[in-house]
């Protein structure tokens, strides 16, 4: 079974920052990994698909990279409406179940 | 506007039952496999099961294996979870998703979540 882990837990970032998150998948799970946004109250919003790829309607300044076991999730230039938590999720072909890592939170400074 | 809307969550003692709801809309619903994703208290976000368009295909994690069965009714646009042998780590919120397709291309991604609804377990 893949096991995902994100770091770090906790990203405290100012608005305009740069911010930088991991998650890194026990075995290889190819290009086959996404990453969500979660708000408070919220369900989760997909935001980057099949590693790299931005989903419909997600602003430019997300963009996803990585393959095998290492991924990267940057966010340019934070804006307000950014600061949440990040989770990167992959379906394994065996067994042929999915998996999400525990998630980074990114709060303001 | 693509929604999920699920019901039939609540209170329920250890071992006991439950069967959640999602109703669908505004999508070609027997198009796409659908998921069920909980969310514990104040934690992160574990896949439960999903199922096929044509319920061939049906998966569930461990966790759950032997206990929930998952189920769709393409004529009525909605998608079930039986919950049976409920355990309190069972307590949490329950998301409907739909799987992502772009194109013609089917992807390993949820694009379309519900708002969810809360299953709690406890004496």
């Known amino acids: 079974e893949v096991v995902l882990t994100q770091s770090p837990a906790t990203l405290s970032l100012s608005p305009g920052e740069r911010a930088t998150l991991s998650c890194r998948a026990s075995q290889s799970v190819n290009t086959n990994l996404a990453w969500y946004q979660q708000k408070p109250g919220q369900a989760p919003r997909l935001l980057i698909y099949?590693?790299?790829n931005r989903a419909p309607g997600i602003p430019a300044r997300f963009s996803g990279s990585g393959s095998g076991t290492d991924f990267t999730l940057t966010i340019t230039s934070l804006e307000p409406a950014d600061f949440a938590v990040y989770y990167c999720q992959q379906r394994s072909n065996w067994p042929p179940i999915f998996s999400f890592g525990p998630g980074t939170k990114v709060d303001i400074k | 506007e693509v929604q999920l809307v699920e019901s039939g969550g609540g209170l329920v003692q250890p071992g006991r039952s439950l069967r959640l709801s999602c109703a669908t809309s505004g999508f070609t619903f027997d198009d796409y496999t659908m998921h069920w994703v909980r969310q514990f208290p104040g934690k992160g976000l574990e896949w439960v099961s999903s199922?096929?368009?044509?319920?061939?295909?049906?998966t569930y994690a461990d966790s759950v294996k032997g206990r929930f069965t998952i189920s769709r009714d393409n004529a009525k646009n909605s998608l079930y979870l039986q919950m049976d042998s409920l355990r309190t780590e069972d307590t949490a919120l329950y998301y409907c998703a739909k799987q992502f397709i772009l194109g013609s291309t089917r992807h390993d991604a949820f694009d379309v979540w519900g708002q969810g609804t809360v299953v709690a377990v406890s004496s």
């Open positions: 199922i096929s368009w044509n319920s061939a295909k049906i």
């Open positions: 099949d590693a790299s």
